[in-house]
C-alpha cells in the first residue's frame, strides 16, 4: 500500500541564508582577493588556529564534555569551549546537546533521530536545519535539564546571539586591525573559517555514517574513518564512539589521530579537566572480536557445521581468556605479584588471538572442507 507524500515543512530561511552566502563569500571571494590584493601572511596562521580552536570547542567541549559527559572540566575551560562554539556558529550548548542526545538515542530512526544518517547524505549533512523537520521538539530541553544545572551552559544559552557576533565579527575584525588587513581577515578569519567549521563539523554526522569501517558494530550506520578523523579532530572514530559513548576517546589507539582527546588528557595532568571516563577494555575487545567472527560467518554460507562449530568455539575460550586478563589487570592495581601472571597470560592471549585470525583467513580462504 502507498501513501500520498506529506507535505514539506516550511524553510528555515535565517539559516539557508546563512550558508548559501558564506558558502558563495568563501568560494568566490577569497580566490578573488587572494589574486587580485592578497591575504597580509599571518592571516594563514591566525586561520588556522581559529578553525582548531572553534572546532575543538565543538568536539572536546559540546560533544565529549556536555553531550555525553565523558569528563569534568574547569570553568576556566568551559568558558573557552562556550566562546569556542558560539565561534562555530552551530547553536548554544544546550541546544547542541539536546539534539545530539537524541540522535545517539534513536540514531538510524528517520523520524526522531534529528540527522538521521538513513535519509541520505544530503539530510543527514545539511538538509536537516533548512527545514523545521523537528519543530515540535525544538525548544523541549528535557534531555539536557542536568546541563542546565551548569551556569556557563546557561549563560551561553541565554545570551548565544550577542556571543556569535563579538566572536564571529568581533575577532576578525581585531586581527584585521592588528595585522592591516582587515578586508583579508573578514573574508579568511571570517567566513572561510566559518564555512570550514560548518562543514568538518557536518561531516561527522554525514559521511562518518557513510564511509568506513564498522570496526565494533553494526547495529547502526556509524563507521570507524581514520581520514576523517584528520579533518575532525579525532572525530572520525564514529563507529567506535556509537557503541561506546560514554567514553572521552574516539580514536582508541595511541596512533589513531584524536586531538580532542589529547587535549583532554593533558589538561587532566594542569587539573583542568578530571574524571576521564573509559569504557571497559573487555567489552571494547569482545566487540570487536564478534564483528570479526560475524564477517566470517555471515558472508560464508558455504561453511560447513564443523568449521562453525570450529570458530564459534576458539570465539568462546578467547572470550573467556580475555575476561580473565582484564579482571586480572584489574586486580593489578591492588596485588602487585600478579604483574608476572598477567604477563604470562598477555603473551598467550596475543598467540591465541593471532591464532583466531589466521584460522578466519584461512577459513576465507578455503571454505569448503575437502570432502570424504
Ligand atoms: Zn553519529
Ligand atoms: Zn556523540
Redo the contacts with the bound molecule.
Keep these: 500500500m502507498t501513501t500520498a507524500p506529506a507535505a514539506k515543512p516550511p524553510l528555515i530561511w535565517l539559516n539557508i541564508l546563512v550558508f548559501s552566502i558564506t558558502f558563495l563569500v568563501a568560494a568566490i571571494g577569497v580566490p578573488w582577493y587572494a589574486i587580485s590584493i592578497g591575504f597580509a601572511g599571518e592571516l594563514t596562521w591566525i586561520l588556522l588556529a581559529t578553525i582548531a580552536f572553534a572546532g575543538i570547542s565543538i568536539t572536546a567541549g559540546y560533544h565529549r564534555l556536555w553531550s555525553h559527559r565523558t569528563y569534568d572540566a574547569h570553568w576556566s575551560l568551559r568558558v573557552l569551549f562556550a566562546l569556542g562554539g558560539a565561534l562555530a556558529v552551530q547553536n548554544s550548548a544546550l541546544h547542541w546537546s539536546s539534539d545530539h542526545r537524541e540522535?545517539?538515542k534513536h540514531?538510524d530512526d528517520n523520524d526522531r533521530d534529528p540527522y538521521s544518517?538513513k535519509r541520505g547524505f544530503w539530510y543527514s549533512h545539511i538538509g536537516w536545519m533548512l527545514r523545521e523537520y523537528q519543530a515540535k521538539r525544538y525548544h523541549d530541553y528535557a534531555n539536557v535539564r542536568d546541563l542546565e544545572k551548569d551556569p556557563i551552559v546557561r549563560w551561553q544559552h541565554k545570551h548565544y546571539l550577542k556571543l556569535v557576533l563579538l566572536t564571529t565579527v568581533g575577532w576578525p575584525l581585531l586581527v584585521g586591525w592588528l595585522v592591516g588587513d582587515i578586508w583579508g581577515s573578514i573574508l579568511l578569519v571570517g567566513v572561510a573559517r566559518l564555512v570550514i567549521n560548518h562543514h568538518t563539523t557536518f561531516f561527522?554526522?554525514s559521511l562518518?555514517?557513510i564511509w568506513g569501517k564498522q570496526t565494533y558494530t553494526d547495529r547502526n550506520t556509524?563507521r570507524d574513518n581514520g581520514v576523517l578523523a584528520l579533518f575532525t579532530f579525532g572525530e572520525g572514530y564514529?563507529n567506535y564512539?556509537?557503541i561506546f559513548s560514554g567514553d572521552y576517546r574516539n580514536g582508541i589507539r595511541w596512533w589513531q589521530f584524536d586531538p580532542s582527546k589529547w587535549l583532554i588528557r593533558s589538561m587532566s595532568w594542569l587539573g583542568l579537566t578530571k574524571n576521564l571516563k573509559r569504557s571497559n577494555g573487555y567489552q571494547i575487545e569482545k566487540a570487536r572480536l564478534s564483528m570479526q567472527l560475524q564477517r566470517v560467518t555471515r558472508g560464508q554460507q558455504s561453511l560447513c557445521e564443523q568449521q562453525l562449530a570450529k570458530l564459534q568455539q576458539e570465539y568462546e575460550l578467547l572470550l573467556a581468556r580475555l575476561k580473565e586478563y582484564y579482571q586480572a589487570r584489574k586486580n593489578w592495581a591492588n596485588q602487585a605479584d600478579l604483574r608476572d601472571k598477567i604477563a604470562a597470560m598477555q603473551s598467550t592471549l596475543k598467540a591465541h588471538k593471532k591464532y583466531f585470525i589466521a584460522l578466519i583467513e584461512s577459513t576465507l580462504r578455503a571454505p569448503e572442507p575437502a570432502q570424504g
Excluded: D, T
Aim: charged share 0%; aromatic share 0%; proline share 0%.
Design positions: 540522535h545517539h540514531v544518517a561527522i554526522n562518518a555514517h556509524a564514529h564512539h556509537h
